[in-house]
């Protein structure tokens, strides 16, 4: 069965400083595909990034960088340089390729509070 | 660009009414996922349409009911409705049901009173 871990549940920085949200994941097939989405306090999940199993390489986007390491189940999430409008709860999120669907399995999600 | 579209946005119904939520996705995608996010827990997957057809059904209550018409918009009907039902209904729509991104539209926020 498919299974994201999200172990930190709310973290507090303050601006400029960087964060790290951690994601662990659980599944059996070989090919799947992660993701984060982020919950502003509005309440919509706004879509970060996708990744497949396959593609191991890390990625940035700006002030945002993502990790993924299959030896360690992880794909994990960094802001350099936080900022207030970073303020929401982070989603990491899997879905796997076999038995034709392509639902979502998130994670508990992480608070981040950004103070100025 | 165009997003997902849901209606109505707010809705608060009595225990034991129904209520139907309804879901426009981006033009040209052909799936439909419906999840359903209580106060303070993450999203759950509900079902899915792909091309009308339910490609895929979660913890779905026998309650609630949901298809995808010809135009691909989606409803989800809610009967007898409980105070536990009480949540952030999303809709999110994706192209091809192959593990293209899915897109999420803004919810609707069902209060049962």
């Known amino acids: 069965a498919q299974k994201v871990t999200q172990a930190q549940t709310e973290i507090s920085v303050v601006e400029k400083e960087d964060v790290t949200l951690d994601c662990v994941y659980e599944t059996r097939d070989t090919t799947y595909y992660l993701f984060w989405y982020k919950q502003p306090p509005s309440g919509e999940l706004v879509f970060l990034i996708r990744r497949n199993s396959f593609d191991e390489q890390n990625e940035i986007s700006g002030r945002y960088s993502w990790n993924f390491q299959k030896s360690t189940s992880s794909f994990n999430f960094t802001i350099t340089a936080s900022q207030v409008v970073d303020s929401a709860v982070y989603f990491c999120a899997l879905s796997e390729a076999q038995g034709g669907s392509e639902k979502l399995v998130f994670g508990k999600g992480m608070k981040l509070t950004v103070n100025p | 660009a165009a997003g997902v579209i849901q209606s109505p946005r707010h809705l608060i119904k009595e225990k034991r009414e129904t209520a139907t939520l309804k879901c426009y996705p981006i033009?040209?995608?052909?799936?439909v996922y419906w999840y359903q996010q209580g106060p303070g827990q993450d999203p759950q997957f509900l079902i899915s349409f792909y091309e009308k057809m339910q490609s895929d059904k979660g913890s779905i209550p026998d309650r609630f009911s949901a298809q995808q018409f010809s135009d691909y918009h989606s409803e989800l009907n809610m009967s007898s409705l409980e105070l536990g039902d009480s949540a952030l209904y999303f809709c999110a729509s994706s192209f091809g049901g192959e593990f293209y991104e899915q897109y999420f539209g803004p919810g609707t926020r069902l209060t049962v009173t």
């Open positions: 033009p040209r995608h052909d799936t």
